[in-house]
Every structure is written in C-alpha cells, then in structure tokens.
C-alpha cells in the first residue's frame, strides 16, 4: 500500500474511533410513539423527587415512563407505598421487574406494556414524570381528569404548560447538574 493511502485509511480509523463515544453520550430520539427519550432519572434526584411528593406508605404512585422502574421501585423500598410502573418498551418493563424483584419488593409493585397515553390512572394518588413538556402537556387533561382532588403530580424538568405549580424545588444533584422539579396537586378541575 503506498504510504499517502495508509496515512489516510488510519487518519479515517482515528476520526471513527473519536466520534463513536462523542455520539453514544446523546440519547437516541423518542420513536415517533414516545413521550420522550429513554434517560434514567439519577437514584437522588428520585429520592428528591418522592420527597416532594410526600409520598407514605398508602400512596399509590404511577409512573408513566417508567424506565428501569426504580422510582416506583425506591418508593416501594423506602416507604412501603404500591407503584404501578408503564412504558412502551418491553425491555424497560423486564429490566423494571428484576429491578423490583431485586429489592424484594415484587409484591408492592407491578409494571405494564402500555402507551401512557391509554393508562388509567384513578387510583394513583401520585403520578411521577420524566417527559418533555409537550407530552406532559398532552397528558394533563387526563391527569386531571382522572385523578382524584389532592393527587399529588410530580415531574422532572419539564413544566405543563400554563399550568403553575403549586411548588417547584431547583437543586444541584449529586453528579453537580442542576434539576428543577415541579410539583402540581389536583383539585378536581379538568385543565385542557
């Protein structure tokens, strides 16, 4: 091979092998189905997260867009309340049961193959979100619709429209990202 053509074919292996890993730190975009990318919520920003929501052990917490399950998961461990864990994707829903079957808490919690948008979600009294603002925004006249008034809704970094919290809570977590969690508690108006 002349030495112009070996310069270059390692010059195209070195660039290949720069871009790989800078690629791999963006979550892949939400199929055209998804609320929003997969992104696991940092374990102390759940912890923050069922704190705000005040959540005891006759909670009832959904999560829509469960991921790997753990904050229906933390709350069943930490506080002995009930989670309902859904999402679209079947491997997050395994991934979510021998995540709860780890922490022994198999009995207190259950996962569901299921588009958040079809959940329904009367017998939460706590519904946690890690969506985009538009997704939560489409889920709000659900959300207030089904759940009952003093349903606590809790999500991470995205808002729900014109609709104000009742509190928001802004933190530096522990990887020293700042997180802003909202807080809503539902009074038996729907909000469209």
């Not at 002349?2 to 892949?28: E, G, H, I, K, M």
């Not at 229906?72 to 395994?94: C, E, L, N, S, Y």
């Amino acid at each position: 091979m002349r030495p112009r053509l070996l310069w270059l074919a390692a010059a195209v292996v070195v660039c290949a092998s720069l871009t790989v890993p800078a690629v791999a730190q963006f979550p892949a975009p939400p199929a055209s189905n998804s609320l929003a990318p997969y992104v696991p919520t940092p374990q102390d920003v759940v912890d923050r997260m069922l704190s705000l929501a005040n959540v005891t052990a006759s909670d009832v917490i959904y999560d829509l867009g469960c991921g790997d399950g753990r904050i229906v998961v933390t709350a069943a461990k930490k506080f002995g309340a009930h989670g309902v864990g859904v999402d679209f994707d079947p491997d997050r829903i395994k991934e979510s049961e021998a995540n709860a079957k780890v922490a022994g808490v198999e009995h207190l919690v259950s996962f569901r193959l299921q588009d958040a948008m079809t959940v329904d979600v009367s017998p939460a009294t706590v519904v946690t979100l890690y969506l985009l603002s538009s997704s939560n925004t489409k889920l709000r006249p659900i959300l207030t619709r089904q759940l009952k008034p003093g349903s606590r809704i809790v999500s991470h970094a995205f808002s729900m429209g014109d609709w104000s919290p009742e509190k928001t809570d802004v933190f530096t977590d522990s990887g020293g990202t700042q997180r802003t969690l909202y807080r809503w508690i539902t009074d038996g108006k729907v909000r469209n």
